[in-house]
């Protein structure tokens, strides 16, 4: 079996983010590490976050950092990542592509302790950068220009420093002296000869300043220094003329400021107050801010709260350092300050978000000084606080991210044509049930009723060089309607045009005049008012209109078409006539290329199933260049143009390829490629959209011609970096749309749709999902679908957090408190108040700040039932007294009917070992039709359930180590027989027939045989490999799919003669009686797949996402990625795509230095998968490369584009 | 040292010990092995970010937490 892996929604959650002005000038832009892809987003005027670009790195950033040389415009990229080199990038802008400068190798790939990669910090000016590892090796890499103002960089220089463990490391601001970098080390050589332990508890961690000299060219320790032992980071502190320069300390609940030769100026983190006394405050993520006269530190604690913290300095001289409370947003791993006064929040999971700056943190507030630091006995007094609602901060955009996809479903539950992808997403009190559409989102602007069903609709400006469109016209079967752009969109009568007759085409003319075209005639009115009309000969009537800008085509019925150009004076003029064999079904004339006074192409279907193409060039005009023949009569037909790669500004290096489109009556969308000079048509696709045949309609997306085809659902062909895409939208089906422009609306859609008139905007362009959210209570865990009902079961549970009984109560409190103290304060400040209103309704919402924390032994946990097409519980039971329900399955047990089984473990802790109180497996009965749950019994059990499944009406329960067989008692499960030689813990049963497919933790998949007359369960082959299962799922009866904790995906398979064996023994004996070699099973499976993702994946699932189409593994991520691996059909597709893979490896090795090859076997060897994500690249490729490419393996760049784009219909 | 001991076993072994941390030998003592295989898996962890968070999902604790855990044992 060959695959094809293809990530179908890159991962949404961010390792690290940086800001800076990568494209130069004055913009500001921030980069994103996704684990594996990096991305460049910049926020556009109205605050929304858009995509700039976004690149596939086949490696695992670790760190990203962003420098500029004095005196320059545009900041790099370094990038810290797993492949044992260091990589810069510079974004260039005209080509929308990260450049990479400079890449150095100085290590072993992959995260190893001692190869740089993990941190990474920048001198501020520029001059050096310091890449390290969590051990030991330093090195500091000397960044100059050449004489042609070109980025150099040094030799490494080496700063190591063996037996420490690093922390953290930051640059030094120290002006124009030379570079320092500051680490926070821990020496552990004494602890290694300490076996008691003694040793290891008295290590003290240090701050050690690295000089380097500039001119020796020499890094040396300069100074070194205890620091608290619960330093986890550094944070640079301006200096030079700006500052005091040093570096802020930050450790568990305190913040110190350290310079060398300046004594420490410490000062506590607040707490919560809901804070047990054990835990600590630490910060995650840090932000700068710096203005010429004034900088501050945004410090976000692990808990969401941010503190300012400021330092009170006379020259060099620090004499106070205090945090201020500043607001609390959910948890990041990065935060960037823009200089344009936005706060880009990356969250950790969930949602990221982009907000604005209300202040500063000026006014009075909860606030901790160096100057007043306590000490007692038993170390510094704490300072509480209560978090409370934002009040410097204003969210305006948020994006949203799958992380992390806890467990995933593909069905059809909602009866669309295609199925929705049901996921868990997310973490604690921000998880959600996220409802995937393969499609881009749409946003709807406005719906209005008309008077009658129209049939079309048009969009026309009443000048070429207006910005926005003047009318929308409305036809219907007898009328037609004229509707004004403004302010509002209103009916006129003076626009000039004909109202009494249904019209066919409305457009622009010329400079500035418009045409209708009706059944009877085209009218023509210039911009005076002035109106011609011409009028058909005879009887006939216009069936048919095409035109551009300055030609017009009409068809009359019976098969004549009649050419019309604009003339030098704006006149329309009859210039060709042409008979046709019979009726015309669809005309359409390619838009006037710059510089050109006509198009030279005319496209013709007609009702014998032949497009022709027909020349319009004075010479040759009407003659039949060339003839394509269809499966069924076209209904609509567009030219557009695709650049087929990632195009310079001056586009001659990558010309446009002119397709035709053509729209059937059988729903299926033809594309062909139209020769630009002989007009022959060549490399025709096709893919079938939907029920009814696509009208074919052309707008404007990003600037760029697009193609809308409305048939049963609306599909856009637009272009996304590089890539042509045919996306479905998220809409209902329309009848006939046109591109609306306003100014409340630059690229909108005006569409019709039963009686009523739309205008829409398309979203998000690039993405191929679209989602739904219903938000959840706990970190969901589990879910179970009822197909039959429609209707979800999720279970959820939290570590350490509070009964929701108890949280409740404690908020009620807190309220009350602080309504208290409002009633008591003066009015002005409840004016202050008032802006936030919205806010107040629920003032701490969990989302925000999270639940509160609690022992780490106190679980929280709940069963839902959720109806996902009202997104309403039916029905929501907490459990009681400390248990997490962590397994859930439906059975139809032998006479009980179907109940739900959910495993649960009472009081379960990990630390320091894992331990509990008691496991259970709850029944429960399913009644109002599946709405609700009611609790039959309860069975306690020695060990967690990690996985039940059914198995021939009865249970199977993987309790600990032990697979379990139950049948339902009254009282309680009885127990039927078990097996107890499992390595250490189930975590997954899937059975099919008799034979059980159980998965380890830690050791795979075991393969066991249940045998009804000796009721007993065996074991009879297993894994080779120790795997650490986080997904599996049953492929066939000898396959099964799984993956494991460090990314990977594997399939394993049964011999085929084994399996047969085993299936031919029929007293069972011989699989009882053999014994296997060193405690396993007699037989082993074989891996027959094996792919590294680079990314937990968690859920795995066989579905088909478009209907009719093949199935493909499905998998989600712990990054909230969703793939696809689809399985080939023909061994030439296979050469092929293993042939396109081999060039793209040779010829286009990934960005950050990782060898593609070697990332994909980063643990065991890629086998028989070939990888779509990088074959996809081929159109980012220069031209000529393209081409040397396409030879080789004996095709055109065209037919790989082709091919590329058919493996990727065929899953979504 | 002589030029011929260079080639000796012992002497690449020592110098392999030098160059990468958590090469073995043959007194290596369970302590110690045990040490070495902790402290290149929490290096494992705290590089690849997936597991991390896939770490803080199961203990209910930030990213930057569990960052710190692992680094400070």
């Given amino acids: 079996m060959y695959l094809y892996s293809l990530t179908l929604q890159r991962a949404t959650g961010i390792v690290s983010a940086i800001n800076g002005s990568f494209s130069g000038g004055k913009t500001q832009e921030i980069v994103v590490a996704r684990g594996k892809v990096l991305d460049l987003l910049r926020p556009d005027e109205n605050g929304k976050l858009q995509t700039l670009l976004s690149v596939e790195i086949f490696g695992a950033i670790r760190s990203l950092a962003q420098f500029r040389l004095t005196g320059s415009q545009k900041d790099y990229i370094v990038v810290g990542s797993d492949s044992g080199r260091i990589v810069i990038l510079e974004y260039n802008k005209e080509r929308n592509v990260f450049d990479k400068i400079h890449q150095e190798t100085f290590g072993k790939s992959g995260c190893r302790r001692i190869v740089p990669g993990q941190y990474l910090a920048i001198d501020p000016k520029g001059r050096a950068v310091m890449i390290g590892a969590c051990e030991k090796q330093k090195l500091v890499y000397v960044l100059n220009r050449d004489t042609a103002a070109r980025l150099t960089i040094s030799s490494p220089l080496e700063a190591h420093k063996s037996h420490t463990i690093v922390y953290s490391i930051c640059g030094v601001d120290c002006g124009f002296d030379n570079p320092i970098f500051a680490a926070i080390e821990l020496d552990y050589s004494e602890a290694d000869q300490d076996s008691t332990g003694q040793a290891a508890s008295e290590a003290q961690k240090h701050l050690t300043f690295y000089e380097l000299d500039l001119g020796l060219n020499h890094v040396s320790r300069k100074w070194s220094e205890q620091v608290d032992n619960g330093a986890n980071m550094l944070v640079t502190v301006p200096g030079g003329g700006d500052g005091p320069s040093g570096v802020l300390v930050c450790a568990e609940n305190f913040v110190i400021y350290k310079n060398q030769g300046h004594p420490d100026v410490r000062a506590v983190i607040p707490r919560r107050e809901d804070l047990p006394p054990e835990r600590g405050v630490l910060i995650v993520s840090a932000a700068t801010h710096r203005q010429k006269s004034m900088f501050f530190f945004l410090l976000q604690t692990e808990y969401g709260d941010i503190f300012k913290v400021t330092l009170d300095h006379e020259g060099d001289k620090v004499k106070e350092l205090k945090i201020k409370y500043f607001d609390t947003i959910p948890v990041t791993a990065s935060m960037c300050v823009l200089k344009s006064g936005f706060l880009f929040a990356a969250s950790e999971f969930g949602n990221h978000a982009l907000y604005q700056f209300q202040a500063i943190g000026e006014e009075e507030d909860v606030e901790v000084s160096s100057a007043n630091l306590m000490e007692t006995a038993e170390g510094y007094t704490p300072f509480l606080f209560k978090p409370r609602g934002l009040k410097n901060l204003v969210r305006i955009d948020q994006v949203e991210s799958l992380m992390p996809i806890m467990d995933m479903k593909v069905a059809n539950l909602f009866d669309e044509e295609t199925p929705q992808i049901f996921s868990l997403c997310g973490r604690g009190p921000r998880s959600s049930l996220r409802i995937l559409r393969p499609g881009l989102a749409i946003s709807e602007m406005a719906v209005s009723q008309l008077p009658g069903i129209p049939s079309a609709v048009w969009t026309v400006k009443k000048n070429v060089n207006d910005e926005f469109d003047a009318y929308i016209v409305v036809s219907f079967n007898n009328a037609t309607l004229v509707l004004s752009i403004g302010e509002t969109v209103e009916e006129v009568s003076d626009s000039g045009f004909l109202d009494t007759t249904p019209s066919l085409a409305v457009s622009l003319i010329g400079d500035d005049s418009l045409m209708q075209v009706h059944p009877n005639g085209i009218r023509h009115i210039r911009e005076d008012g002035r109106v011609n009309e011409w009028r058909t000969p005879g009887k006939r009537t216009i069936v048919k209109v095409g035109s551009n800008r300055l030609q017009v085509v009409i068809a009359l019925s019976g098969g004549e078409l009649i050419y019309f150009e604009v003339d030098m004076t704006g006149q329309l003029m009859e210039v060709e006539k042409h008979e046709m064999s019979g009726d015309v079904a669809c005309l359409d004339i390619a838009p006037v290329p710059e510089g050109r006074q006509r198009s030279r192409f005319l496209a013709v279907g007609s009702y014998d199933n032949t497009i022709r193409i027909l020349s319009l060039d004075p010479d040759d005009c009407m003659q039949i260049l060339s003839v394509q023949s269809v499966s069924s009569p076209p209904e609509s037909l567009l030219f557009l143009e695709v650049q087929a790669s990632i195009g310079g500004a001056d586009g001659a290096d990558h010309p446009a390829s002119l397709f035709l489109n053509a729209g059937l009556q059988s729903g299926v969308l033809f594309r062909t490629v139209v020769d630009m000079v002989t007009g022959q048509l060549s490399d025709s696709r096709s893919r079938f959209l939907g029920l009814r045949a696509p009208k074919l309609f052309s707008i404007n997306v990003r600037g760029r011609r697009a193609m809308l085809c409305l048939s049963s659902r609306p599909w856009l062909g637009y272009i996304h970096q590089g890539h042509f895409l045919l996306t479905p939208l998220s809409y209902e089906t329309l009848e006939y749309a046109a591109s609306f422009s306003s100014d409340q609306c630059a690229e909108g859609v005006v569409a019709v749709a039963g009686d009523a008139l739309r205008i829409f905007t398309i979203e998000r362009l690039g993405e191929t999902f679209n989602e739904t959210a219903i938000p959840l209570r706990y970190t969901p865990r589990k879910f179970v679908l009822q197909p039959k009902r429609k209707l979800l079961v999720i279970i959820e549970s939290d570590q350490g957090a509070y009964p929701a009984e108890v949280r409740e109560a404690s908020k009620k409190e807190c309220f009350e408190a602080a309504g208290m103290g409002e009633n008591g304060s003066a009015n002005d400040e409840k004016m202050e108040n008032g802006v936030d209103d919205e806010d107040k309704d629920d003032p701490l919402s969990d989302e925000q700040y999270g639940y509160p924390k609690a022992e780490s032994e106190k679980w929280v946990s709940c069963i839902r039932v959720l109806d996902p097409r009202t997104a309403a519980t039916t029905c929501l039971l907490e459990l009681q007294d400390n248990e997490a329900a962590f397994s859930v399955c439906t059975v139809n047990f032998h006479d009980h009917g179907t109940v739900l089984a959910v495993g649960t473990a009472k009081g379960l802790k990990f630390w320091p070992r894992r331990e509990l109180i008691a496991g259970y497996i709850h029944i429960y009965k399913f009644v109002d039709e599946g709405r609700g749950l009611e609790l039959l019994h309860k069975t306690q059990v020695d060990n967690v359930p990690l996985s039940l499944c059914q198995f021939q009406g009865r249970l199977l329960a993987g309790i600990g180590p032990v697979l379990r067989l139950y049948e339902m008692g009254k009282r309680r499960l009885l127990k039927k027989c078990e097996n107890k030689l499992f390595p250490n813990t189930i975590v997954s049963i899937h059975t099919y027939r008799d034979r059980i497919y159980v998965g380890d933790i830690q050791e795979s998949f075991h393969f066991c045989k249940y045998r009804r007359d000796e009721n007993q369960l065996y074991i009879f082959a297993d894994d080779s490999v120790p795997r650490w299962l986080t997904a599996s799922y049953h492929i066939d009866f000898d396959t099964m799919a799984g993956a494991d904790k460090f990314g990977n995906i594997y399939f394993v398979r049964l011999p085929q003669d084994v399996s047969d064996e085993i299936e031919e023994d029929p007293t069972g004996g011989k699989i009882k009686w053999e014994q296997g070699k060193l405690n396993g099973a007699p037989n082993k499976v074989e891996e027959i797949v094996q792919f590294h993702v680079g990314d937990v994946v968690n859920s795995l699932q066989k579905a088909s996402l478009i209907p009719g189409g093949g199935e493909c593994i499905i998998y989600g991520t712990v990054m909230g990625s969703i793939g696809a691996l689809l399985p080939f059909t023909s061994r030439d597709d296979v050469d092929f795509f293993s042939h396109l893979e081999m060039h793209l490896r040779q010829d286009h090795p990934p960005l950050c230095g990782r060898d593609h090859m070697a990332y994909r076997s980063a643990y065991f060897p890629v086998k028989d998968v070939i990888d779509g994500d990088l074959c996809e690249q081929f159109p980012t490729l220069p031209l000529d490369m393209q081409r040397r490419i396409a030879d080789e393996l004996d095709r055109t760049p065209g037919e790989i584009l082709k091919k590329l784009e058919e493996a990727r219909n065929k899953i979504v | ?73």
């Fill in chain 2, 1 to 73: 040292m002589q030029a011929s001991d260079r080639f000796n076993i012992n002497s690449q072994l020592e110098h392999l010990q030098a160059k990468y941390v958590g090469t073995g030998h043959a007194d290596l003592n369970r302590f110690e092995w045990a040490m070495n295989i902790q402290r290149d898996s929490y290096a494992s962890y705290v590089g690849h970010y997936p597991l991390l968070a896939y770490f803080a999902i199961a203990e209910n604790e930030s990213i930057g937490r569990e960052r710190y855990n692992f680094m400070q044992t």
